[in-house]
Every structure is written in structure tokens, then in C-alpha cells.
């Protein structure tokens, strides 16, 4: 089969798009590993089906590297909308995506009928540690002591739709080994259907810098969910106060996170890199 595809990239999270409005893709699990391979395939942090859906504009399944489904990805469904935007499934300003977190509403940022930047809202926080899931007592964790590979960390934990570990360091996230240090948050027993783990560094009074481990995927170059969840884990850790726009610096590029009582809408680039034809 010959099936055509989109490459695009929310701040260097770049991902392979189908569109399953037009095209039937089977088996997304085994594609994934093999067309996300960066010198033998087409390469991407692992492969996005765009489906018809019953209850929004579209459908997003996301699947990572290694084939594991994801439930959500904050820069994925940026693209989403950019590209039921662009085809013009949904020429509107607002749009909507399901995903296996529930819909997610996107306000579109066009210029000339081609959408350059979307804001998504997250929805709230989870902080229930059996709802993240993470094998930890009390009703929420902010600022624990944890052991990891025999170190110790500070690590808030929280869910965007994935689990999230936040790690707030003065140390400098270039100098991690996050090659080393990485697989080992994701497969520790703590964590029952693993963890997306960032490594955060406060810069300035409106700023992160971040480096993300993420399950399935290993380094990407941004993690939208974990940009939202680093934000999160600040502002309840008291580095910042709720309702501000705060940058997170991130291999890939930046997002702009706002954290309130309504819940953290997400801003960033969504960007189309190209398109071609793949046969499977």
C-alpha cells in the first residue's frame, strides 16, 4: 500500500500524520516502530492518526516510538488542528480534537488560511497519585523525597493526560546523563504504566528550562503535557503564582504555559516540515 503522510513537528516534537479520513492505516502499533526509525524510515518521536470522530471535528491516536499508544500529546495535538485547519475539515477559529484524555478545544492562530500557532486548553491538573499513576501515598505529591536508581530526587508528580514526574533543579538540565539517568524513572516499579520524566530548571521570574525523558520515546526535543506538568509542579512548589504566561525552554523550541483555575492552556508553534507518499 501507498499512503501519504505529513511530517510536522510542534517545537521539534515531530511526529508522522495519516489521514484516516481518507486512508484505513492497520496495525499503527508495528508502523510506528518501523517508520519512526530516524536512518532507515522516515524518523519522528513515533507516528499520529488523524480519524473521523463522533464527538469533535476529529480523533487523534497517538503512538509512540517503541508502538505503546499514548493517551495524549500536547504538541501532536497542535498539529492536529493545524492540519484539520489547513485541508479544511474545520475552517474555524476554534476547533476540537478527541483524544483518549477527552476533547481538547484548540483556538487556531492563521495567517493567509494556514494555521501558524494554536493555544490548547489542557483542562486541570490531576494530582491523585492513583489517578497518575504512581504507587505513593496521600492525596497529592508536591516536593517528595524519592530514591531512583539508588539517587535521590525532589520530584512533584502530577498527570496532563500522562504521568508526569517533575524534577526542579538548580542544576542545569544540559548537564544531566539524561540517556542514563531517563530509562531508569520510566521502568522504576514506582511507576505502573511508566512515567514521562522533566528535568526543570527555573530561569528568571517568568521561565523554565526543560529536558524530557519520555516513556516509549526516550529524549524528545519537546514534550507539551510536560511543559504543561513542569509548570504545574512550579507554581504549586511556590516558584510562581497562578495565571502568568511562563516560557519553558525546551530543546525543540518554546512554549508558553498559563496555569489557572480553570485549568493550563498551552501555546506553541505547529508546523508543517513536509509531506510525501510511504508504501507499506
Same mark, same amino acid.
Given at each position: 500500500m501507498k499512503?501519504?503522510?505529513w511530517k510536522?513537528?510542534?517545537?521539534g516534537?515531530?511526529?508522522?500524520?495519516?489521514?484516516c479520513? #481518507?486512508?484505513n492505516?492497520?496495525?499503527?502499533?508495528?508502523?510506528s516502530?518501523?517508520l519512526s526509525?530516524r536512518?532507515f524510515?522516515?524518523?519522528g518521536?513515533g507516528?499520529?492518526?488523524?480519524?473521523?470522530s463522533?464527538?469533535?471535528?476529529?480523533k !487523534?491516536r !497517538?503512538?509512540?516510538?517503541?508502538?505503546?499508544?499514548?493517551?495524549?500529546?500536547? /504538541?501532536g495535538?497542535?498539529?492536529?488542528?493545524?492540519?484539520?485547519?489547513?485541508?479544511?475539515y474545520? #475552517?474555524?477559529?476554534s476547533?476540537t480534537?478527541e483524544?483518549?484524555s477527552?476533547?481538547k #478545544?484548540?483556538?487556531?492562530h492563521a495567517?493567509?488560511?494556514?494555521? +501558524?500557532?494554536?493555544t490548547?486548553?489542557?483542562?486541570?491538573?490531576?494530582?491523585s497519585?492513583?489517578?497518575?499513576?504512581?504507587?505513593?501515598?496521600?492525596?497529592?505529591?508536591?516536593?517528595?523525597?524519592?530514591?531512583?536508581?539508588?539517587?535521590?530526587?525532589?520530584?512533584s508528580f502530577v498527570?496532563?493526560? /500522562?504521568?508526569?514526574?517533575?524534577?526542579?533543579?538548580?542544576k542545569?538540565?544540559?548537564?544531566?546523563?539524561?540517556?542514563?539517568?531517563?530509562p531508569?524513572?520510566?521502568?522504576?516499579?514506582?511507576?505502573?504504566?511508566?512515567?514521562n520524566?522533566?528535568?526543570?530548571?527555573?530561569k528568571?521570574?517568568?521561565a523554565?528550562?526543560m +529536558?524530557v525523558?519520555?516513556?516509549?520515546s526516550?529524549e524528545t526535543?519537546?514534550?507539551?503535557?510536560?511543559?504543561?506538568a513542569?509548570?504545574?509542579a512550579?507554581?504549586?512548589?511556590?516558584?510562581?503564582?497562578?495565571?502568568?504566561?511562563?516560557?519553558? #525552554?525546551l530543546k525543540?523550541?518554546?512554549?508558553?504555559?498559563?496555569?489557572?483555575?480553570?485549568?493550563?492552556?498551552?501555546t506553541?508553534g505547529a508546523?508543517k516540515?513536509?509531506?510525501?507518499?510511504?508504501?507499506?
Amino acid at each position: 500500500m501507498k499512503i501519504p503522510f505529513w511530517k510536522m513537528h510542534g517545537a521539534g516534537n515531530d511526529y508522522i500524520y495519516f489521514d484516516c479520513f #481518507k486512508h484505513n492505516v492497520a496495525e499503527p502499533e508495528k508502523l510506528s516502530v518501523v517508520l519512526s526509525h530516524r536512518r532507515f524510515s522516515i524518523g519522528g518521536d513515533g507516528v499520529i492518526l488523524i480519524c473521523p470522530s463522533e464527538k469533535a471535528d476529529a480523533k !487523534m491516536r !497517538m503512538f509512540n516510538a517503541d508502538g505503546s499508544e499514548g493517551k495524549m500529546c500536547g /504538541n501532536g495535538v497542535r498539529c492536529v488542528g493545524k492540519y484539520i485547519y489547513d485541508v479544511g475539515y474545520a #475552517k474555524k477559529d476554534s476547533v476540537t480534537v478527541e483524544t483518549l484524555s477527552g476533547v481538547k #478545544k484548540l483556538d487556531i492562530h492563521a495567517e493567509n488560511g494556514v494555521a +501558524r500557532g494554536v493555544t490548547v486548553d489542557m483542562g486541570k491538573p490531576e494530582f491523585s497519585p492513583g489517578k497518575i499513576p504512581v504507587y505513593l501515598p496521600d492525596d497529592r505529591v508536591i516536593a517528595r523525597e524519592i530514591e531512583i536508581g539508588g539517587e535521590s530526587y525532589t520530584a512533584s508528580f502530577v498527570s496532563m493526560g /500522562n504521568p508526569h514526574c517533575v524534577i526542579i533543579d538548580e542544576k542545569n538540565p544540559d548537564d544531566i546523563d539524561i540517556e542514563k539517568i531517563g530509562p531508569k524513572f520510566e521502568r522504576d516499579p514506582m511507576f505502573p504504566e511508566g512515567v514521562n520524566t522533566e528535568f526543570v530548571s527555573v530561569k528568571g521570574q517568568n521561565a523554565l528550562d526543560m +529536558r524530557v525523558w519520555e516513556r516509549g520515546s526516550g529524549e524528545t526535543w519537546a514534550c507539551g503535557t510536560g511543559a504543561c506538568a513542569a509548570v504545574v509542579a512550579a507554581v504549586e512548589n511556590g516558584i510562581f503564582s497562578k495565571n502568568r504566561d511562563i516560557t519553558v #525552554k525546551l530543546k525543540g523550541g518554546e512554549l508558553v504555559i498559563r496555569y489557572g483555575a480553570e485549568g493550563v492552556r498551552m501555546t506553541g508553534g505547529a508546523v508543517k516540515s513536509f509531506e510525501g507518499v510511504v508504501e507499506v
